[in-house]
């Protein structure tokens, strides 16, 4: 039998195969995502003739799923491989766009988002997992912040590109589009190659569901995303009611921002430390939300909402990177476990909360 090559023995090269192979999937992922992030409040409204207060609870109910899912994806990655869970998530995605447009009333949609969100609870967590066994131990933060420009690149063209599909062709045509990303996701996941040891099997090599080291890393996290919540489920509400145009040039602007800062941001952790780039992100995130009430002219619409990308895509790589950091090889599962389902309660309870 031959040897398996430890997780990092790809050495310093952060652009090798496997890295560009999960970097693509997983923007056509998010892209799938992010083509009914700006549209299904609009189809609540339209379609089943929902109320506003309950676009918030159909976004959270999403995230339960996510939520319950997370903690034995964690625990899947680490004893079967991250690959798997990334064809998993993608499978559902791909299963599950479609059907949208056959729900007829508001209960029937929260059951189809309740199946849709263990979608992403799966292929976030493999995926995750998996870039953070290719990373170098000395770049992790860098690595962290190339494949975070995979879904920002994806929410910076996708969200308005759903309008204007919307607009054009309507609801079937958006679904169906969002499901063929799905399927081309989990086409280019197959050939990705794992480099990890692979752990015995055997009740004493079970993996753990959530993992302490995670737990202040994945605090922060769940503060952020109670403001990812109010923005997701709002946003378009929000445009609509002030005449501000498409809802998804705010979703291009922060997206544009967060390109911007990932990878620069990733590296300064690396150099500098992980706080050095987590305060004062956190502070732009929180200013941000401060002043998006009063954002009403468009051009203060858009600089919010760069505000919030830059405060956003500088936290989020560096916490993963954090959370890396603390765990060996064979827990990282466990860690974007845990890390990621704190960051769906935020969605979730901040959603229902915020509606």
């Not at 089943?48 to 159909?58: A, R, T």
């Not at 799966?122 to 995926?127: L, Q």
């Not at 879904?151 to 309507?170: D, E, Q, T």
């Not at 499901?179 to 480099?195: D, N, Q, W």
Request: proline share 7%.
């Amino acid at each position: 039998m031959k040897p398996v090559s430890p997780p990092q023995a790809e050495g310093a090269t952060l652009f090798s195969r496997n890295f560009l192979l999960a970097w693509v999937s997983s923007f056509l992922f998010f892209g799938s995502f992010y083509l009914l992030l700006p549209t299904l409040p609009l189809y609540v409204l339209w379609n089943l003739g929902g109320k506003e207060s309950e676009i918030g609870l159909i976004i959270g109910v999403f995230t339960i799923s996510a939520v319950l899912v997370r903690p034995f994806a964690g625990r899947l990655a680490d004893e079967k491989g991250r690959k798997g869970l990334m064809l998993l998530g993608a499978l559902v995605f791909f299963l599950s766009s479609p059907l949208y447009y056959f729900t007829p009333t508001v209960p029937w949609l929260l059951g189809l988002r309740l199946f849709h969100g263990i979608g992403i609870a799966a292929f976030t967590t493999g995926a995750m997992a998996l870039v953070a066994d290719l990373a170098p131990a000395t770049r992790r933060g860098e690595a962290m912040g190339f494949y975070g420009m995979s879904p920002n690149l994806a929410m910076l063209a996708i969200p308005a590109l759903g309008i204007v599909i919307l607009n054009a062709y309507g609801f079937l045509v958006l679904f169906l589009l969002s499901a063929g990303l799905a399927f081309l996701s989990f086409l280019l996941s197959v050939p990705i190659a794992e480099r990890r040891s692979p752990v015995p099997a055997g009740p004493a090599n079970r993996g753990a569901l959530f993992s302490r080291p995670a737990l202040s890393p994945a605090f922060l996290a769940f503060c952020l995303s109670t403001t990812y919540a109010a923005v997701i489920s709002f946003i378009p509400l929000f445009a609509i009611k002030h005449e501000l145009g498409n809802p998804g040039l705010f979703f291009m602007a922060s997206a544009a921002t967060l390109i911007l800062v990932r990878a620069p941001a990733g590296k300064a952790s690396d150099k500098y430390g992980r706080a050095f780039v987590l305060v004062p992100g956190m502070a732009a995130v929180g200013i941000s939300m401060i002043l998006l009430p009063l954002a009403t002219p468009l051009w203060a619409f858009l600089a919010v909402a760069g505000l919030y990308g830059l405060g956003f895509g500088a936290v989020q790589p560096t916490l993963v990177a954090l959370v890396v950091d603390r765990v060996g090889a064979k827990e990282r599962g466990a860690a974007m476990g845990t890390f990621t389902a704190a960051f769906d309660v935020g969605i979730g309870l901040g959603s229902i909360l915020w509606g």
